[in-house]
């Protein structure tokens, strides 16, 4: 085949011209390249397999397909077979024979048998008079109903997969553009399936506009494929971030500008928990409020247009003193050195225990939320669990999605845990409800949610309803089962600094800790993770952005 189908993402339609005859073949690709070039990429196969070939191989990446263009008398494999083979694939692309006066027969045949188009008689010339107004004529049609395919990744799995539903939220969160399609629901999802020769036991099927797909990828692999940096260039920096949440990204976006060879280190994506808030409404500078997904990606591209080193997906298993120097063990059993290490791991929310929410995690019961879950679950009674912002957000964002929210909470009101901006929004939108004084005791389903029981904390009495999709948001934990053994945490797992240390052990410098400091020299915290730390994007990103001074005084006194 000449013009092969392309290794990059051409999304341009393409005219498939066939012929077993190599300067035949030439000749209409000159012909169709002189006339079509600047609308259409033309692609010649020398024989009817190799046409086939590249039709599924077109239909995988997703490739519109305008017009097939066939000689009828070719050994194995006729013009009439390749364009049978097209049918379930590109149903709407036009078909056109060329034949010799002997073949009208067949192709006046196949006119019925595989809804050709138009036959042409060989020989074309002048193909002003006798090839081009016939294909116009096709290709106008075609136009008219052409729509744009969708131009990034194919995701094929069952409805409630949990592999897929991690994969897929982790493009999210990444924003990775991606089309799912479900088995049983979408019929291109069977088509693809058999195109690329995959059966159940092989999805989630990702699909690729280059590239060769995947089954059934790890994490890591999804990242390579995508574009993501995971390893690191360099094996010496002067600053390493560790966890890409606000105070990470203001900490590399200071430390970079400021000259520090800088690496900021993340294990899903940029934003942390602030990434899942659909509108941050009291973040200065943003009168009717941004999004917290729109908000990590600027300070991303920010903290790279400035130098910054980012690793996503990357993950510290752990941190070696060698002092002055940090030594930064990755999962993957490499290690960069550091002269200084900002801690921005974040926190997670808490996990409910309750019968049935850990079997039915990511099918129905979520932690966290995004347009994902929320646009699947359309329609459906939802709930969410939790009091404070988190949930006030997330019950108006999933308010555009159903007029069935409700939140359910162990006091009487939100006054002692919610922003009053939220709860006004709450009470004046007719989609949300409170349940006061009610916990949730179990989950019922078998592949995925289908109802909840709610316990009244003041009567004792349950009550099982139906549920689409619940959200949990009841509190943080710290990320440092990874600091345990290094620096000290208080009782819930966060990191102490500064004036909140408690007696030091191993501090190998004469000054005394520096604020935002922890009990190793050169090590600091910022944001959520940090023990006292206010729990709110601005205080994070401050904070962030000041652990930059004293790293600069740290760096000094080495």
Known sequence: MTDRTPQTADKTPVILTVDDEPEVLRAVQRDLRSRYAADYRVVGATGGQEAIDAIKELALRDTPLALILA?????????????????????????????????????????????????????WDPPEE????ILDDLLEDWQADYRPTFEGIRVVATE????????????????????????????EAEKLMETAGAGLGDLPLFLFPEGDPLIKPSTQELADRV????????PAYDLAIVGAGPAGLA??????????????????????QAAQSTLIENYLGFPRGISGADLARRAYSQASRLGAEVLIPAEVERIDRRDPFKILHFTDGTSITAKAVVVTSGVQYRRLEAEGLEELTGAGVYYGTSNIEAAYHRDQPMFVVGGGNSAGQASLFLSRFTDSVSIVIHGEDLSETMSQY???????????????????IAAHGTDHLESIVLRNLDSGESEEVKAGAVFIFIGQRAQTEWLADLVQLDDRGFVLSGSDLGPLKNWTTE??????????????????????????????????????????????SL
């Open 227 to 234: 574009g993501l940096q995971s390893h690191a260039s360099q």
């Open 511 to 556: 000054r005394d800790p520096l604020p935002l400091e922890t009990s190793v020299p050169g090590i600091f915290v910022a944001g959520d993770v940090r023990h006292g730390s206010i729990r709110r994007v601005a205080g994070a990103t401050g904070e962030g952005s000041t652990a930059i001074r004293f790293v600069h005084q740290h760096l000094a």
């Open 251 to 272: 900490a590399a976006v200071y430390g970079a500008s400021e000259g520090l060879k800088t690496i900021l280190i993340e294990a899903s994506a940029p934003g942390g």
């Open 130 to 133: 006798k090839l081009y107004p």
């Open 160 to 187: 409630w997969s949990k592999e897929a539903f991690e994969r897929k939220a982790f493009l999210a969160m990444n924003q990775v553009p991606y089309k799912s399609l479900t088995v049983g629901f979408d019929a």
């Open 422 to 440: 939220l709860i006004d929004n709450i009470a004046a939108n007719n989609a949300v409800s409170l349940r006061p004084r009610t916990e949730l």
């Open 71 to 123: 000689d009828q008398r070719m050994p194995q494999v006729t013009g009439v077979d390749v364009i049978s083979a097209s049918l379930d694939l590109f149903p709407n692309a036009r078909k056109a024979l060329l034949t010799a006066y002997a073949d009208t027969d067949v192709a006046i045949s196949a006119i019925n048998d595989v809804k050709l188009d138009h036959y042409i008689l060989k020989p």
